[in-house]
């Protein structure tokens, strides 16, 4: 990533992946969306049309495509966790190169699958604290008043990272590098863990959750910061529960918006990973374990 220009390719240009596909586009680099036949067909016609209030409303142009077949800079890896292992089929390691793999999923347990696929010191992963739908193939609502990236790696060479970096905060998100891989993926886990599990679980919305199952709500967010601290991340649940209170009433997780829709929930890679990590470090997590073994359940209709 020696010039400013990069050759970006995105797997899965949902809500996240079509937003930065189009801001990393109108930012003026290359941008290869991988996706389905008719997806890919759509957007090569059209673009992507964004709707956001901090970055405008716009249309990108983009180049797609349904496997990568060249060389990038960078592959931003943008799938739900449910259909990463489908998706990766779209990137062969021969043809990467020796490009970034950027993954912006949530959960903790992807780059180690990641890094079992593909070079250790390509895989950078991102965490992305943002509210974007892909309303349909290449239209994407961008709701949230931000868009905030956090880019990280252990073994991926620093002046890498701030590349990336670079790119994605020029093009609009704000960006940083962080130095901990472990402690920022644990950053977002507890917060979001918490909101994910007790929102789908009682399908309400997070101003119910804190008022009619605060107890709980508080238990798990001890829970969830005792397993971070054990991993070094962050550990502060009453200033997670403060957090939470700044929040709109109404406030949903894409969880319980999957959950709505009856589309899979990223359950396994928030739930399951929390409960395997608390386990791997002797720390109970009855709450967590309560609500992941409510919501595996098969919902009735
Ligand atoms: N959206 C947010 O605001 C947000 C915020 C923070 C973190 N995240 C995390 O970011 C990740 C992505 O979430 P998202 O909301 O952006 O998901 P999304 O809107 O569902 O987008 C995922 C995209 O992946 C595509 N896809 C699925 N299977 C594929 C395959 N085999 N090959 C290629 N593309 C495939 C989907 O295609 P179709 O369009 O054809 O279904 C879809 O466009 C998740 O881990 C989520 O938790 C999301």
Not at 129 to 136: D, H, K, L
């Amino acid at each position: 990533m020696a010039n400013n220009e990069l050759t970006v390719a995105v797997l899965g240009p949902g809500g996240v992946g079509g937003l930065l596909a189009a801001l990393l586009s109108r930012a003026g680099h290359r941008v290869i969306c991988l996706a389905g036949a008719e997806t890919a067909a759509t957007l090569r016609g059209n673009g992507i049309r964004v709707r956001s209030a901090p970055f405008g409303d716009f249309t990108a142009p983009v180049e797609a495509d349904t496997e990568l077949r060249e060389p990038v800079d960078a592959c931003l890896i943008t799938v739900k966790a449910t259909a990463l292992d489908a998706a990766l089929a779209r990137v062969p390691a021969t043809a990467l190169g020796d490009g970034l793999l950027v993954p912006f999923l949530n959960g903790v347990e992807h780059p180690a699958h990641l890094r079992a696929h593909y070079p250790p010191a390509q895989v950078a992963p991102a965490i992305i604290r943002v509210e974007s739908t892909r309303v349909a193939p290449g239209v994407i609502e961008h709701g949230s008043p931000f868009a905030e990236i956090d880019v990280t790696g252990d073994p991926v060479p620093h002046e890498r990272l701030e590349a990336l970096a670079a790119a994605l905060r020029a093009a609009g998100p704000t960006t940083r590098v962080l130095p901990d891989e472990t402690a920022a993926l644990w950053a977002k886990m507890t917060f979001l863990a918490p909101l994910a599990l007790l929102t789908t679980r009682y399908d309400l919305p997070l101003g119910d959750v804190r008022t009619r199952h605060r107890e709980e709500l508080t238990a798990l967010l001890e829970e969830t910061a005792a397993v971070s601290r054990s991993y070094g991340g962050p550990s502060d649940p009453a200033g997670a529960l403060a957090r939470y209170d700044t929040f709109p009433p109404g406030t949903k997780s894409s969880m319980q918006r999957d959950a709505e829709s009856h589309r899979p929930l990223e359950l396994d890679a928030i739930g399951g990973a929390l409960l395997r990590a608390a386990e791997r470090h002797g720390i109970a997590v009855p709450v967590a374990a309560g609500l992941v073994r409510e919501l595996e359940k098969p919902q009735a209709n």
